[in-house]
Nanobody, 116 residues
Framework: QVQLVESGGGLVQAGGSLRLSCAAS????????MAWYRQAPGQQRELVAT???????RYTDSVKGRFTISRDNGENTVYLQMNSLKPEDTGVYYC??????????WGQGTQVTVST
């Protein structure tokens, strides 16, 4: 089992920045992909960014150039640095860990609200 705990969400004005953290614990040696998703009210959950065990990041088009995903393997933590935030970035942000078997685990989510 893998446990994920997100933190770092909050309320920020448009143009501001936030840094989300996702701390992983438990049986983590099989994890090869970590990802951030978000879900806006009334919308489906969407993929924001992924990073592999080899630290290759990928982003959805709407956040490219503004968000940066990174991982600290020593701390078993994944980060999402979010800059130039827009109101449309508002939502609950979830961390996901995927094992090499494709089994996935989710965190409880952290709310990000961007005001105009």
């Amino acid at each position: 089992q893998v446990q994920l705990v997100e933190s770092g969400g909050g309320l920020v004005q448009a143009g501001g920045s936030l840094r989300l953290s996702c701390a992983a614990s438990g049986v983590i040696f099989n994890i090869n992909v970590m990802a951030w998703y978000r879900q806006a009210p009334g919308q489906q959950r969407e993929l924001v960014a992924t990073i592999t065990s080899g630290s290759s990041p990928r982003y959805t088009d709407s956040v490219k150039g503004r968000f940066t995903i990174s991982r600290d393997n020593g701390e078993n933590t994944v980060y999402l640095q979010m800059n130039s935030l827009k109101p449309e970035d508002t939502g609950v942000y979830y961390c996901k860990a995927q094992e090499i078997t494709a089994r996935s685990y989710w965190g409880q989510g952290t709310q990000v609200t961007v005001s105009t």
